[in-house]
């Protein structure tokens, strides 16, 4: 009786704390739909009659923010500083977990470390570091995000790879595999489910990041986030909140639709990530 009761009460906890997440989101959809007036003075009114724009919101905003310019540079941002993390720190984890020594234990805790630096400590020395190296482009942001997600990305890559066993390496070398072979052929496929964990949670940061895009970059080569927010405010702080609300429903739709086409593996890599040797 007493299990019952407490699955009860847990299953309304989780309910009621789902709905705290959906019902913004609801808004945004709901109101994306309304003109600017009814925003305002009744939001959460389901639109009907004269409170229902149809898609004129999403023409607004299309035509006013150069969403589509935007949207496919965040789509190449985000593809290749995610396949950078995914190679880059997969590789160096490896070398972290099989050649132990002092140097190694402590490019591990540097990695480690950089996990809790809030990003506001460093990003004015990092925004002079990156004119300097002329990373300030669609291009060269990749490798800053590199950095950013590299420590995330190599502990929970170090904690699945202190559980393959150093017998299939061997093999692998006695079979004649060189060491790049090696890690391609034999350990990169073992590593799928924190890969995908790993892409799941860079790809999320970096597509809804606004903050870093707009230091290195700039207003010339805008992201989503960084489009919709420029393009939605007017003239003394008058913003167009209907367009505002049609952008960010457009923006989310292809993160949401990858966080649930891949969600099944985020649970299965999250604890193979934090195994321990």
Request: net charge positive; glycine share 8%.
């Amino acid at each position: 009786m007493r299990n019952r009761k407490t699955e009860n009460t847990t299953s309304i906890f989780l309910i009621l704390l789902s709905a705290a997440f959906l019902i913004p989101i609801l808004l945004v959809l709901v109101n994306s739909f309304k003109s600017r007036l009814f925003i305002s003075s009744n939001p959460f009114a389901i639109p009907r009659g004269e409170m229902f724009v149809g898609f004129t919101n999403y023409i607004a905003g299309l035509t006013s923010s150069g969403f589509f310019l935007a949207f496919l540079r965040s789509v190449f941002i985000t593809l290749m500083s995610v396949g950078l993390i995914l190679v880059c720190t997969s590789m160096t984890s490896w070398f972290i977990v099989r050649v132990k020594n002092k140097f190694t234990r402590g490019l591990y805790y540097l990695f480690a470390f950089s996990m809790i630096v809030p990003f506001q400590m460093v990003m004015y020395t990092m925004t002079y570091i990156v004119n300097i190296l002329n990373f300030d482009n669609v291009v060269g942001i990749n490798f800053v995000y590199l950095g950013f997600g590299a420590g995330l990305s190599v502990f929970m890559f170090a904690g699945f790879i202190k559980s393959i066993p150093l017998d299939i390496e061997e093999a692998a070398e006695i079979d004649g595999c060189s060491p790049l072979q090696t890690f391609f052929l034999v350990i990169f496929p073992v590593l799928k489910p924190t890969a995908i964990t790993v892409a799941i949670l860079n790809a999320m940061w970096i597509w809804n990041d606004y903050l870093l895009p707009y230091l290195v970059l700039g207003t010339d080569d805008k992201t989503v986030p960084v489009a919709i927010q420029i393009a939605m405010q007017g003239a003394y702080g008058a913003t167009d909140y209907g367009g505002f609300m049609a952008m960010l429903v457009l923006a989310i739709i292809p993160i949401i639709g990858f966080y649930l086409f891949a969600q099944r593996y985020i649970i299965s890599g999250v604890i193979s990530g934090a195994v321990k040797g």
